[in-house]
């Protein structure tokens, strides 16, 4: 019963909504990164850099903007490296991922250090402050729903955007082509080079964002650990969408529903279940989900798969 | 300019690689130092001087490049057959709370007995959590990275509860850390905070070349990395090949969590380690998955990580410093590897 009441709160969707955000922005990156052929294990350092380059401007006096801004730009400096690693000069996919992982989230930590040597407290700034849509949030019962911050906008836009640009567009077709098939692509005259590479930078820009997301919304503040992991659940989120867009938005809702309600069951039942149990509860769910999944996923045909060109 | 793929690679060229990336990673990090206090190359020098410049520098060095060198061994193991385990973390740490269960007490044995026990706790810990990830790999199709990554954070909650809980020292103060090992279960000390882990990771490291090189397992164990499709045509059984392959990866990062807990810290707490398990990648790919240079890299990146520390306190950098040299050096190494693969040629 006590389940069914906290299902039907308006506090339990906006918190799920919140939750989702910055997995949305995480997942559709590393959907466009895998789309066009390149695994990017570096989304959880990306998204480290990009809630500290975020943050760190914002507190040194930048507008929000600015550093929503600031962070997609770092995002796509750190998928350029990697796609100038992986694409250029095919290196491992893997290996390489998790290199720009401990770099970036290592260079944000010390930078975090620099900035500040001896904060014990993070000092916190200004974040973004909900902005209720018109008539929507007006509605009786959901409406309070709509009252999110711009950001979390952002995602919902973002995911429609890419769908457009993935399924609609003749560059969104290249991006594709070059993950299903990068030697008929450049049959057509497509660089493959160029879109892999583009693709990635995109969509480590878009990992950037998911990073601001958490110190300039969800959070006022940066601190070390930041991420926590959520980097790699969107990469298993991203493989329980089958790669698709709209079944990214729907996995990542989903699992910040069962975060939300973890959270909420941790205040109702307390100190009955050690708080570590709810804590590991995400983490279980991607790998059931992965599990449950896996079989039925159409997984781009060239991913991880380097491209040379002249070589079959 | 093409790439072209060399027959052989010269072995100067493949020595040279780890020593150029190094090098070229420590040039790269010249901007980070310059935020610091003291010159650039006097920093390198107190850098130097820090990881091997005294007996009490170079047994700290030796003492952190010990859990490396198991960790590094896991890697190197899992990535030549090319399982991807980045999982050496959770790896380490359910070896370590192995060795705490076997270790604290109920089991009245002698050293001699007990600790070749808790090594083997501790290395089938490991073992069965990547098997489980191999398991899911083979059976289900599920990728291993996402999965044993994810497995970290699952083991670190499950040490954050067994310290906080059935298996705290109620004498730690209420500070969060697991019963002492017993005295029996504890390495004995070799020199400074140096433990017989050290010379049990070099056994090991020799045991993986062996089978690497003389024994039919390793053989195809390297066979599988380098073709799936060859080798199930071969007649390899290719999923035991892997099972094997993911216990003994596992359980080389899970003895790792046992030297470290019952040679150097002595009891299980959450920061048992600084991240070793994802060092250990850059160890593995330093050493290019040579089980002999996995010794040799563990100490030249423990080296680091000891001598960036001496040099962040006195030239007041953040101590991250070190892990973003380190980091830097798995790039660079990535690139030296390609260079001893191919040759350029301009045309």
Request: proline letters at 5%; a positive charge; glycine letters at 10%.
């Amino acid at each position: 019963m006590e389940v069914l009441n906290l299902l039907l709160g308006v506090e339990f969707w906006i918190a799920t909504v919140r939750i989702a955000t910055p997995l949305i922005f995480g997942t559709i990156g590393e959907l466009l990164c895998e789309r066009a052929g390149v695994l990017n294990l570096g989304i959880e350092g990306i998204m480290t850099i990009g809630a500290l380059v975020g943050w760190a401007a914002v507190y040194q006096g930048a507008n929000l903007w600015m550093g929503v801004l600031l962070a997609a730009a770092v995002g796509c400096l750190f998928g350029g490296l990697h796609s100038v690693l992986t694409v250029y000069l095919g290196l491992s996919q893997h290996v390489t991922g998790i290199g720009i992982t401990l770099l970036s989230a290592n260079l944000a930590y010390f930078f975090y250090r620099v900035l500040l040597p001896n904060a014990t407290t993070p000092p916190k700034i200004q974040p973004f402050q909900p902005l209720p849509l018109p008539l929507l949030s007006d509605l009786p019962l959901i409406g309070s729903i709509f009252r999110q911050t711009a950001l979390t906008y952002l995602a919902f836009a973002i995911v429609l955007l890419v769908a457009y640009w993935l399924y609609r567009t003749p560059i969104g077709l290249a991006v594709r082509m070059v993950g299903e098939n990068p030697q008929a692509a450049e049959a057509q005259g497509i660089s493959v080079y160029a879109v892999r590479s583009g693709a990635v930078m995109v969509g480590s820009g878009l990992m950037g964002i998911a990073g601001a997301f958490l110190t300039l919304s969800a959070f006022d503040s940066f601190f070390i650990n930041l991420i926590n992991g959520r980097g790699w659940i969107c990469i298993a989120l991203v493989v329980f969408a089958s790669w698709q867009p709209f079944k990214a938005l729907l996995g990542a809702l989903l699992f910040a529903g069962f975060d939300a309600l973890q959270l909420r069951l941790q205040q109702e039942i307390g100190a009955a279940i050690p708080y570590q149990v709810f804590l590991m509860l995400p983490y279980v769910l991607s790998i059931i989900a992965l599990t449950v999944m896996s079989r039925r996923s159409g997984y781009p045909k060239a991913l991880m798969v380097p491209f040379r060109r002249g070589e079959r | 300019m093409m790439l072209e793929r060399r027959q052989q690679v010269p072995v100067w060229l493949a020595l040279l690689a780890p020593f150029s990336a190094i090098t070229f990673a420590l040039v790269l990090c010249i901007p980070l130092i310059a935020w610091g206090e003291t010159p650039v190359l006097q920093s390198y020098g107190m850098m130097m001087q820090g990881a091997i410049g005294s007996r009490f520098a170079l047994s700290e060095t030796l003492s952190r490049a010990t859990p490396l060198m198991y960790t590094g061994l896991a890697v190197a193991v899992a990535f030549q057959t090319k399982l991807w385990n980045i999982g050496a973390e959770g790896q380490f740490y359910l070896g370590a709370i192995a060795a705490t269960l076997v270790g604290t007490g109920w089991l009245p044995l002698p050293g001699w007995l007990l600790i070749p026990i808790v090594l083997l706790a501790g290395g089938m810990a490991g073992g069965l959590l990547l098997l489980l990830s191999a398991w899911l790999k083979i059976r289900i199709q599920v990728d291993e990275v996402v999965t044993t990554l994810l497995l970290n954070f699952i083991v670190l909650l499950l040490v954050s509860y067994l310290v906080e809980g059935s298996l705290k020292d109620p004498s730690a103060l209420g500070w969060p850390q697991a019963l002492p090992i017993i005295e029996a279960a504890t390495l004995p000390k070799l020199l400074g905070r140096m433990h017989w882990g050290l010379p049990i990771a070099i056994l090991c490291a020799i045991g993986v070349w062996v089978l690497n090189r003389q024994l039919i397992l390793g053989y195809r164990m390297r066979a599988i990395g380098l073709n799936l499709q060859a080798s199930r045509f071969a007649g390899i059984p290719v999923n035991g090949v892997i099972w094997l392959t993911a216990l003994l990866s596992g359980g080389l990062a899970g003895m790792g969590g046992v030297s470290e807990v019952a040679g150097l810290k002595g009891y299980l707490s959450l920061d048992l380690s600084p991240g070793f398990g994802y060092t250990g990648i850059i160890v593995a790919m330093l050493a290019q998955l040579h089980p002999i240079g996995v010794v040799f890299a563990a100490v030249f990146v423990a080296a680091i990580y000891v001598g960036a520390d001496a040099m962040s306190r006195a030239a007041n950098l953040p101590t991250y410093l070190a892990d973003v040299i380190v980091s830097m050096s798995l790039l660079c190494m990535l690139i030296s590897i390609l260079f001893t693969q191919y040759r350029w040629r301009w045309r």
